[in-house]
């Protein structure tokens, strides 16, 4: 009688190593569907391999003025053991390129750590609500961030997102790249705030915005330089309205998000 309680431990320990390798040789295809929900279709990946536990896949961005999907940078997983005693499941993330991170996922939410990769402005860009995303974005952007959490249940998230955008450039504006930013996201509960400046470019722009309750927002001022500067003060005074001084023009964007 007094073996029954042991046995009943060494069964469930058995089931759970079953549990533990059946998930390690799951196929890596499995989250090929998830990302894509996740992102509303804006992302799939594609070229998987391995299985969850380990492999590598290419991410491919979706093109609505084109009706095409474009590769972007190949990725390479592997799972990390010491989290799984925290009940989280965590993995390694490494670009073909060199950049990484640490996405983590639990009952309560998700998280991503230790992230510094250069990306394609394009590929990110279509992650952007649907009027922005259709601007023909351009440049590679530097992102980092050290820890930036969020909730299933509701949009509440903790952290900080900073991006270098080097040679950036758009399809609405014509000619050379209009120079490099910085971008710093700032997650406060359910609001996520960002300020935008000019590190350097012909295109000299800084302001501050908010995303926040399904609504967009942002205020800036900005003015051109270099020879060219006519051309693009004439396209940023059909962008915005004058502003404090001669040649400076007040930026402002509202967009409501649709639900779903």
Known sequence: ????????????AAIGFLLLAALIQFPAAWVAPQIARVTNERWRVGAV???IWR?????????RASGQWYPGRGVQWRLLW??????????????????????AAGISGWSLSGLDAAL???????L??????????SGVLNTRAET?????????????????WTDAATAQIPGPPLGDYRLRMTAEGEALRFDLRTERGRLQISGAGELSAGKLRFNGEASATGEDAGRLEAVLRTLGRPGSAPGRYLIEYRETQSVG
Request: proline fraction near 6%; hydrophobic fraction near 45%; charge should be positive.
């Open 128 to 137: 952007l609500p649907s009027a922005l995303s259709d601007y023909g974005w």
């Open 82 to 103: 010491k989290p799984v005693v925290r009940g989280l499941l965590a993995a390694q993330i490494d670009f073909d390129d060199g950049g990484r991170g640490q996405l």
């Open 1 to 12: 009688m007094h073996r029954v309680p042991g046995m009943k431990r060494w069964w469930l």
């Open 148 to 164: 930036f959490r969020c909730n299933w249940a509701r949009p509440v998230c903790t952290g900080h997102i900073e991006l270098a």
């Open 120 to 126: 394609p402005a394009a590929q990110l860009a279509v």
């Open 55 to 63: 492999g590598h896949a290419t991410i491919y961005a979706f093109n």
């Open 49 to 51: 391999e391995g299985t």
